[in-house]
């Protein structure tokens, strides 16, 4: 490609960048441990993606100030042209040969990485009428591929895709915390909101000199039976980085204040055994 030619090409790719999104797009290379996507990040940003592909960086090259409008400081705009190398998950069709732009950190001389032969993941969307062209879909919807990642993204996609997998919750609907016969007896019932109103509910049942037992049930059944989400599931993320931290005033239905204080109780003692909904990337919540 002459000079020219990448001029106009990248002149015209940051004018339609531009109208497609104000946010800037952030890359990063293969990241430690302690910054390394958690789980959380990848579902919400392989959730919120038409398209997760791998590619290979085949050139960069580097956007004047004035094309990269809204650009963070300490960053640089890059024009990125790599290769597709397998579609990981979606069905829109797309091209051998790709172009996107990216924001990426400087290094810590500031001066901007080199990408060129790299291996990435991408969680993009299509430009309509442009099919070598891809949107990533979040500040940092490319990561730097590595077979622990790969490891560890195949499984979420996987979840995602599946027919049965649990719908998104968004709230908390009702709760309700009833007294047994004996002393220390009690079962709570939470009614969970969902996107698209699936059945979802969680019970807590208090037996005398037993630790509390719950679990989640994902049909109109309310099951005793039912058993807590595994951690590092789809399940678990559905709740975990979803549900307020503590049980909404107006979502309980609990008359008297014993009632509501159990129930208050319960709800917390559910939140505290999920866990913490970690992020590393400040990608989109779901």
Partial sequence: MTFIARSMRLALFAA???????????AQTVPPASTAPTYADLVA???????????????????????????????????????????????????????YLVDVPLDAKGKVPKFKKQEVVLF????????????????????????????????????????????????????????????????????????????????????????PRWGVSWTEIVDQAARPPRTGTLEWYRLACALPRTLPAEANLSRDAESRARAAEDYSYVISRLGACERRRGSNQS
């Fill in 124 to 211: 993009a969307r299509p430009v309509s009428g442009r099919p070598n062209e891809l949107q990533l879909v979040d500040p940092r919807a490319q990561l730097a591929w590595t077979p622990d990642l790969d490891a560890r993204l195949r499984p979420v996609l996987e979840q995602l895709a599946a027919a049965d997998r649990p719908p998104q919750v968004t709230g908390v609907r009702d709760a309700l915390s009833i007294a047994g016969t004996l002393v220390g007896e009690s079962e709570t019932q939470l009614f969970l909101d969902t996107a698209n109103d699936g059945p979802v509910s969680i019970t807590v049942v208090r037996r005398p000199g037993m630790e």
């Fill in 45 to 99: 940003l392989a959730e919120g993606a038409p398209l997760v592909l791998k590619a290979r960086i085949k050139d960069q090259a580097v956007l004047k100030p004035e094309r990269a409008p809204n650009l963070a400081p300490g960053f640089a705009r890059l024009y990125v042209e790599a290769q597709t190398q397998a579609l990981l998950a979606g069905n829109v069709p797309v091209g051998e040969s790709l172009r």
């Fill in 16 to 26: 339609s960048f531009a109208t497609l999104s104000a946010s800037p797009v952030v």
